[in-house]
């Protein structure tokens, strides 16, 4: 039950940030397939909107992104994105509130992730010790 109240969370969340990204950078779903990969939520993080991606450049990102990931990701990724965000139609007004507003879906995400992980494990070992008792 626990484990499905949690994905449950997750698939709210997973909803929510899709709707933000939909409506303050579109783009960014060009450049990244999920935003739950560890560089795209590193730059959700870091670079959340358009300008914040302009403002960084593309050399400031690649850094950013090697501090966490140190294989696969390049500097054409990272252009990518700055052309992305140079032609972004995404709203601009209100970003502050919608920058708070994203930092908390993005905490929550990984509050509920790393708990259905935990309940994920804890049936593997229960499954796992009900099977050396039989």
Same mark, same amino acid.
């Given at each position: 039950?626990?484990?499905?109240?949690?994905?449950?969370?997750?698939?709210?969340?997973?909803?929510?940030? &899709?709707?933000?990204?939909? &409506?303050?950078?579109?783009?960014?779903?060009?450049?990244?397939?999920?935003?739950?990969?560890?560089?795209?939520?590193?730059?959700?993080?870091?670079?959340?909107?358009?300008?914040?991606?302009?403002?960084?450049?593309?050399?400031? &990102?690649?850094?950013?992104?090697?501090?966490?990931?140190?294989?696969?990701?390049? &500097?054409?990724?990272?252009?990518?994105?700055?052309?992305?965000?140079?032609?972004?139609?995404?709203?601009?007004?209100?970003?502050?509130?919608s920058e708070a507003g994203l930092q908390n879906l993005l905490a929550e995400y990984e509050l509920y992730?790393?708990?259905?992980?935990?309940?994920?494990?804890?049936?593997?070992?229960?499954?796992?010790s009900g099977t050396e008792r039989s």
């Open positions: 039950m626990q484990k499905f109240n949690a994905q449950e969370r997750l698939n709210a969340i997973h909803n929510r940030v &899709i709707r933000w990204l939909d &409506i303050r950078f579109p783009e960014f779903t060009g450049v990244f397939k999920k935003w739950t990969g560890k560089t795209a939520l590193l730059t959700l993080r870091m670079f959340p909107t358009p300008a914040k991606v302009l403002e960084a450049g593309a050399e400031k &990102i690649l850094a950013t992104w090697r501090t966490v990931v140190k294989r696969s990701i390049g &500097i054409k990724r990272a252009q990518a994105l700055v052309k992305a965000a140079s032609n972004s139609i995404g709203r601009t007004n209100g970003h502050v509130a992730h790393a708990q259905h992980e935990r309940l994920e494990q804890l049936m593997w070992e229960f499954a796992a």
